[in-house]
């Protein structure tokens, strides 16, 4: 079993930064990947950022890219994401989730575990 905390959200304005961290306990982690998703009022949970745990390779959705970096600590099993010049549209709750196989990368379903979530607000 793995879980997995969040932390690190809040309120910023607009073209402010926040740092998410996602410390994972239960066992260390090696598994294929971990992730960022994030979910808005009325929306379906989107995929952000994510990160292949042993290669390092990483992966961000076209809307953040170039404004967020996805980022692990092996010794640590954290996994972190740093969002820099957000927007209102960024606000959501963030969800920290760890994919054991690897399928289906970018889609909730190939994760098997998650957190709770961080609320993040972005006021204009």
């Known amino acids: 079993q793995v879980q997995l905390v969040e932390s690190g959200g809040g309120l910023v304005q607009a073209g402010g930064s926040l740092r998410l961290s996602c410390a994972a306990s239960?066992?260390?982690?090696?598994?294929?990947?971990m992730g960022w998703f994030r979910q808005a009022p009325g929306k379906e949970r989107e995929f952000v950022a994510a990160?292949?745990?042993?290669?390092?390779?990483?992966d961000y959705a076209d809307s953040v890219k170039g404004r967020f970096t996805i980022s692990r600590d092996n010794a640590k099993n954290t996994l972190y994401l740093q969002m820099n010049s957000l927007k209102p549209e960024d606000t959501a709750v963030y969800y920290c989730?760890?994919?054991?196989?690897?399928?289906?990368?970018?889609?909730?379903?190939?994760?098997?575990?998650w957190g709770q979530g961080t609320q993040v607000t972005v006021s204009s």
């Open positions: 990160i292949r745990w042993i290669a390092g390779i990483r």
């Open positions: 239960g066992r260390t982690f090696s598994g294929y990947a």
């Open positions: 989730a760890a994919s054991l196989s690897g399928s289906d990368y970018y889609a909730t379903r190939g994760y098997d575990y």
